[in-house]
């Protein structure tokens, strides 16, 4: 009940296209939801986040959707470029708690 | 504005050999982690701290020792190295856990045992 399912395992886009990342959980107590972007050779670092009050968040072309019904959140990349192409976790946590991250997503974005 | 401040970056360890990852944090966060990331396994926390002298079990804990005497260090000891700790380390740092608080990770350790 503590896991958060990720898909897909890797993803490839052409430039100037859609790409799009999807997560499941199963913790209805799950209170915060937190994409991390991590580039080769680096660390995960934070993106964009969520709380399950509002459905959307949007920040430049990067925008999370949340179903809370269906306990489902992803991760939308408008206008994907060569420059996005890295590893991205997806994670959540109750509050007080530690992150339970995604198995990742690398997305190769390719001109 | 260093961060979150990992050495050794590589290093290649024989199996049975003991070695300690270092970690610091110049952001004065009372929350560290160290996570290990396999390929397609994702992030999993190995042991975390609340604050100094106060250390706990992540999610896969065992052959890994940590400690906690300064809000600035947190240590990551792996005694008697075996082949399955090949894997990238990672230090990560947060002012709390609580509910929308940024973690910050470092660069990462990549460890090889053979």
């Known amino acids: 009940q503590q896991q958060v399912k990720q898909s897909p395992q890797s993803l490839i886009v052409q430039k100037g296209g859609i790409s799009i990342i999807n997560c499941a959980y199963e913790?209805?107590?799950?209170?915060?939801f937190p994409w991390y972007q991590q580039f080769p050779g680096k660390g995960p670092a934070l993106l964009i986040a969520i709380r399950p009050d509002v459905s959307e968040k949007k920040e430049g072309r990067f925008t999370i959707s949340f179903n809370k019904s269906a306990k489902q959140f992803s991760l939308h990349i408008m206008d994907s470029q060569p420059g996005d192409s890295a590893t991205y976790f997806c994670?959540?946590?109750?509050?007080?708690?530690?992150?339970?991250f995604g198995t990742g997503t690398r997305l190769q974005v390719f001109p | 504005n260093a961060g979150v401040t990992q050495t050794p970056k590589f290093r290649i360890l024989k199996i049975g050999q003991s070695m300690t990852l270092q970690c610091a944090q110049d952001m004065n966060h009372n929350y560290m982690y160290w996570y290990r990331q396999d390929p397609g396994m994702g992030l999993k926390l190995i042991y975390y701290s609340v604050g100094a002298g106060i250390t706990d079990k992540g999610e896969v804990p065992n052959g890994y020792n940590v400690s906690r005497s300064t809000t600035e260090d947190f240590p990551l000891r792996l005694e008697l190295a075996a082949p399955s700790q090949t894997s990238v380390y990672f230090c990560a740092s947060s002012y709390s856990s609580t509910i929308g608080n940024t973690i910050y990770f470092g660069e990462g350790s990549w460890l090889t045992v053979v």
């Open positions: 994670a959540a946590s109750m509050s007080t708690d530690k992150l339970i």
């Open positions: 913790n209805t107590a799950f209170d915060y």
